[in-house]
């Protein structure tokens, strides 16, 4: 809905009102009916402050509130309803199974939901759109491929081996950063200990010098300082900054183009992110041109299930030249996204007819490089923790020995 100002003359007097409505022209009619007097202008303006803030609340409370699915009772539930439409159940009756046997409550709401829309004579795509953010862009491409091939059985089995794919990266991703989180953690902890019992102690020695304190004593005692008096704003700045950017990135699509295109460039997690996406994306490629999908109509599909809007864009541009008439290995040079070898692979595929093979064979590319870095992450890590380690007891070692080598010297002379 859009808010309009509105202008009118009422008994030789102008009065402006703000109504709520979908287009000027419904504007205008709701305001003849609701507003006495002559219409003198009927113009789009911002929302009232109170409309603001209540929009804002909403979303920050759905934000800061949302329950999440538990992917593996998603995986589930789709695999059943793979197995029951394989075995010649109707998607409606195989739905209203799947919602009795699910034990995570958000997702039986939304199989329920999706049981009452089938019901009310909407496809499955159309019922499981509401619930877009919930369910991921993956699995309404891919039912959305079942529908429109016929073989929904098929298609939701790919689909249950892709969204286990994604499952088994987010595992491993979450065991390889184990290691460096828990000793930033512990370097943390011990940092703070430090700063909070230790510290203060040389403080009171140091107040009595009466010389000029070396720089990594005064950087001490400043973090010092900062910790002592102002901790808990600190940390509760910490908390409103986290919750503030995961606000942003729900609700500003500007600033979520600004962050997917700006963590592609931070080291190793830029990799990670890149390849983990391409492979996705060329994996669900490969299952539609497979299925006989024409291309554009493959690469539209595929595109909703990018999360980086800025790999998104770039690989939008594909279907833009595709549907030029620039063939798919010059569309996919143009990106810059593709190594040369891999451009090569895919022009072979295009012009033998093999080019779903060609792409399986893309998409496992990306995948082994995904795998590789996952696998050897704590050896990319290593060197930074030791680096950050050594930083930080040199810091400490330096702040209070270097007053101490200076007083025994004037103790000395």
Do not use: C
């Amino acid at each position: 809905m859009n808010y309009f100002e509105v202008t009118s003359l009422f008994k030789g007097k102008k009065e402006i009102k703000t109504i709520k409505a979908s287009s000027k022209k419904d504007a205008i009619t709701i305001a003849k009916t609701k507003i006495p007097g002559i219409l003198l202008n009927v113009k789009e303006s911002s929302a009232p402050v109170e409309d603001q803030f209540l929009v804002f609340k909403t979303r920050f409370t759905k934000t800061l509130l949302k329950k999440k699915i538990n992917f593996k009772a998603l995986i589930a539930a789709i695999r059943q309803l793979a197995v029951m439409t394989d075995a010649g159940i109707s998607i409606h009756d195989s739905i209203k199974e799947v919602k009795e046997a699910s034990v995570d409550l958000t997702l039986k709401e939304i199989f329920e939901n999706l049981n009452d829309d089938l019901n009310s004579g909407l496809s499955l795509t159309q019922a499981m759109m509401p619930f877009k953010e919930d369910l991921g862009d993956v699995t309404l491409a891919m039912v959305e491929l079942g529908e429109s091939t016929g073989n929904m059985a098929e298609s939701l089995e790919k689909l249950a081996e892709i969204l286990e794919e994604i499952e088994e990266n987010r595992q491993k991703f979450k065991k390889a950063m184990r290691y460096p989180i828990t000793v930033m953690i512990a370097i943390a902890i011990a940092f703070t200990i430090l700063m909070v019992y230790v510290v203060p102690k040389f403080k009171d020695i140091f107040s009595k010098f009466k010389t000029e304190l070396p720089l990594p004593t005064k950087i001490l005692l400043f973090m010092e300082n900062i910790i002592h008096n102002y901790g808990f704003y600190l940390l509760a700045f910490i908390a409103a900054t986290i919750i503030f950017f995961k606000y942003m990135l729900a609700n500003s699509e500007e600033f979520k183009k600004k962050y997917d295109r700006y963590i592609l460039k931070i080291y190793l997690i830029g990799k990670i992110v890149f390849y983990a996406t391409m492979s996705r994306f060329t994996l669900v490629f490969t299952e539609l041109i497979r299925s006989g999908i024409p291309i554009a109509d493959a690469l539209e599909t595929s595109l909703l299930t990018l999360d980086n809007m800025h790999l998104k864009k770039k690989l939008s541009s594909v279907n833009i030249s595709v549907q030029r008439g620039v063939s798919l290995t010059e569309a996919f040079r143009e990106t810059g996204l593709f190594e040369g070898m891999l451009i090569q692979m895919i022009s072979a595929g295009e012009q033998s007819g093999t080019l779903d093979k060609m792409l399986e064979k893309v998409t496992n590319y990306f995948k082994s490089r995904f795998n590789d870095i996952i696998d050897n992450i704590s050896s990319y890590i290593e060197p930074i923790l030791l680096g950050f380690i050594a930083g930080m007891v040199l810091l400490m070692a330096l702040g209070i020995f270097m007053p101490m080598w200076d007083l025994a010297k004037a103790v000395k002379n």
